[in-house]
C-alpha cells in the first residue's frame, strides 16, 4: 500500500506527458483525449465527474485542457498528483517552444511542418468528434438540456455570444428551468438579456520600453493567466492589444510568427508565451512568461476542486451544474464545426477536401467503432499528410 501513492505518480506522469507530446489540435482535442484516456480506458473518473470538471474548468479563467489535466492529476494522486499533472502536459510545449524561439533569434526562420499538420488535422477532428459523441451522450440527459445546449450552440454560433456568458446563462437557465418546470417565460427574458453580453478585453498600462523588466514581462503574462476566459486563442488579442500596439515589445510580424509557433506545436496554445518571452527577454524571459501565465490555472484549480462534490448536494447547484455540462458540451460542438469547415474545405471547386476528408472518416470509424488510440491516429494522420505531400498531390 505504500508504494500506492508513488506508482499513481508514476501514472499521471507517463500519461500527461504523452498527452502533452501527441495533444495536437488546440484544448478541445486535449479535452477529448482525457476522455478517452481517463474514462474510457483507465476508468479513473466517472463520465458525470469528467463532465463536472470540465464544466468547472469553463468558469474559470485559464486554459480549459490544462486545468482539465490538474484536475485530474490532483483527484489520481493528490496536491503532488496536481504539480505533475500540469507541468507533464505543460512541458513537451514549453521545450519544443523554446527551441523554435531560439532557432528563430538565431537563423530568423520556422521550420515547415505544414505536410505533417495536412494528416494531422483531420485525424484530430474525427478524435473530437468521438469525444463529443461520448460526452454528449452523458451530458444530455433531459429534453430541457437538449433544448439549453441549442440555445448555447445559436448564442455562440448565430450571435457571436461570449463563451463564458453563454456559459453561464445556460448555467443559470438550467438552474432555473431543470428546478421548476413553469420558470420558462423567464427563460426566454434571460435569452434576450444574453444577447447584449459582448466579449471583453484586457487593459493594461505601462510604457514602451525595449530593454523590458522581467518583473514587468512576468506581471503581464500573470495577468493575462488570471483573466483568460474562454479558449486559449482569446490570448491573441490581448498579445496584439499589449505587446504590439500598447508596450511596442513586439512586432507585427513576431506576433504572427508566435501565432504560428502555437499551431505548429502540440500542447496547450499559451505556449506561444514562452515563445515570446524568449523574444523579449532570451531565456530568462521565457522561464518568467511561462511562469506567470500558467501559474493562476494551479492555483484556480487547488481551491475550486474541493468545492465541485458539494455543488451536487444541493437541487439548485445540480441543476446549475447539469446545465453548465451540457452547455459545455454545446461549446465544443461550435468549435468541432468551425474546425471541420476549415480543416475539411478549400476555396475552389470542389470545395471539398477529398483527402482530409478521407482522413477523417477513416479516423473517425477507427477512434469510435474499434477505439484506436488518439496517439495511433494522431501519428498515422501525420505520416499520411506527409506521403500525400511526398506524392504531390497537395
Known amino acids: 500500500m505504500n508504494n500506492l501513492p508513488?506508482?499513481?505518480?508514476?501514472?499521471?506522469?507517463?500519461?500527461?506527458?504523452?498527452?502533452?507530446?501527441?495533444?495536437?489540435?488546440?484544448?478541445?482535442?486535449?479535452i477529448a483525449m482525457m476522455e478517452d484516456e481517463v474514462v474510457k480506458r483507465r476508468q479513473w473518473l466517472t463520465q458525470e465527474h469528467f463532465?463536472?470538471?470540465?464544466?468547472?474548468?469553463?468558469?474559470?479563467?485559464?486554459?480549459?485542457?490544462?486545468?482539465?489535466?490538474i484536475h485530474i492529476g490532483y483527484i489520481y494522486a493528490g496536491w503532488l498528483g496536481l504539480i505533475i499533472a500540469g507541468v507533464c502536459f505543460i512541458l513537451p510545449a514549453v521545450l519544443i517552444t523554446g527551441i523554435f524561439a531560439w532557432l528563430y533569434v538565431n537563423y530568423g526562420s520556422l521550420p515547415q511542418f505544414s505536410?505533417?499538420?495536412?494528416?494531422?488535422?483531420?485525424?484530430?477532428?474525427?478524435?473530437?468528434l468521438n469525444a463529443l459523441w461520448s460526452l454528449g451522450k452523458k451530458a444530455v440527459k433531459t429534453r430541457q438540456l437538449l433544448i439549453i445546449a441549442v440555445v448555447v450552440v445559436l448564442l455562440t454560433?448565430?450571435?457571436?455570444?461570449?463563451?463564458?456568458?453563454?456559459?453561464?446563462?445556460?448555467?443559470?437557465?438550467?438552474?432555473?428551468?431543470?428546478?421548476?418546470?413553469?420558470?420558462?417565460?423567464?427563460?426566454?427574458?434571460?435569452?434576450?438579456?444574453?444577447?447584449?453580453?459582448?466579449?471583453?478585453?484586457?487593459?493594461?498600462t505601462g510604457i514602451n520600453n525595449l530593454s523590458v523588466p522581467l518583473w514587468q514581462l512576468g506581471l503581464f503574462f500573470l495577468k493575462v493567466g488570471?483573466?483568460?476566459?474562454?479558449?486559449?486563442?482569446?490570448?491573441?488579442?490581448?498579445?496584439?492589444?499589449?505587446?504590439?500596439?500598447?508596450?511596442?515589445?513586439?512586432?507585427?510580424?513576431?506576433?504572427?510568427?508566435?501565432?504560428?509557433?502555437?499551431?505548429?506545436?502540440p500542447g496547450p496554445v499559451l505556449s506561444t508565451a514562452t515563445f515570446i518571452g524568449y523574444i523579449i527577454a532570451d531565456i530568462p524571459g521565457a522561464i518568467v512568461a511561462t511562469l506567470?501565465?500558467?501559474?493562476?490555472?494551479?492555483?484556480?484549480?487547488?481551491?475550486?476542486?474541493?468545492?465541485?462534490?458539494?455543488?451536487?448536494s444541493s437541487s439548485w447547484t445540480r441543476a446549475f451544474l447539469d446545465a453548465?455540462?451540457?452547455?459545455?458540451?454545446?461549446?465544443?460542438?461550435?468549435?468541432?464545426?468551425?474546425?471541420?469547415?476549415?480543416?475539411?474545405?478549400?476555396?475552389?471547386?470542389?470545395?471539398?477536401?477529398f483527402f482530409s476528408l478521407v482522413i477523417f472518416l477513416i479516423s473517425a470509424v477507427l477512434a469510435i467503432r474499434y477505439r484506436i488510440n488518439a496517439a495511433w491516429l494522431v501519428l498515422g494522420g501525420g505520416l499520411i499528410g506527409w506521403g500525400i505531400s511526398v506524392l504531390g498531390y497537395v
Do not use: C
Request: neutral net charge; glycine residues 10%; hydrophobic residues 55%.
Open 6 to 30: 508513488l506508482s499513481r505518480l508514476g501514472e499521471v506522469a507517463k500519461l500527461f506527458f504523452k498527452l502533452g507530446v501527441i495533444g495536437f489540435g488546440g484544448p478541445v482535442a486535449h
Open 51 to 69: 463532465l463536472d470538471l470540465l464544466g468547472a474548468t469553463n468558469l474559470i479563467p485559464g486554459p480549459n485542457s490544462t486545468e482539465m489535466a
Open 115 to 128: 505536410p505533417l499538420l495536412y494528416g494531422i488535422k483531420p485525424a484530430v477532428l474525427a478524435i473530437i
Open 157 to 204: 454560433w448565430l450571435l457571436k455570444v461570449n463563451e463564458v456568458v453563454a456559459l453561464l446563462l445556460g448555467g443559470i437557465l438550467g438552474m432555473i428551468w431543470l428546478h421548476s418546470s413553469n420558470q420558462t417565460n423567464l427563460m426566454l427574458t434571460f435569452l434576450t438579456t444574453g444577447t447584449l453580453f459582448q466579449n471583453t478585453a484586457v487593459v493594461t
Open 226 to 265: 488570471s483573466v483568460l476566459f474562454g479558449s486559449g486563442y482569446l490570448l491573441i488579442a490581448f498579445l496584439q492589444g499589449s505587446l504590439v500596439n500598447e508596450y511596442g515589445w513586439l512586432t507585427q510580424q513576431q506576433l504572427l510568427d508566435a501565432i504560428a509557433i502555437g499551431q505548429f506545436t
Open 292 to 312: 506567470g501565465i500558467f501559474l493562476p490555472s494551479f492555483l484556480f484549480v487547488l481551491i475550486l476542486n474541493p468545492l465541485i462534490p458539494r455543488l451536487r
Open 324 to 353: 453548465v455540462n451540457v452547455s459545455a458540451v454545446a461549446l465544443m460542438v461550435v468549435t468541432t464545426l468551425q474546425l471541420g469547415i476549415v480543416t475539411l474545405t478549400i476555396e475552389k471547386v470542389p470545395y471539398i477536401d
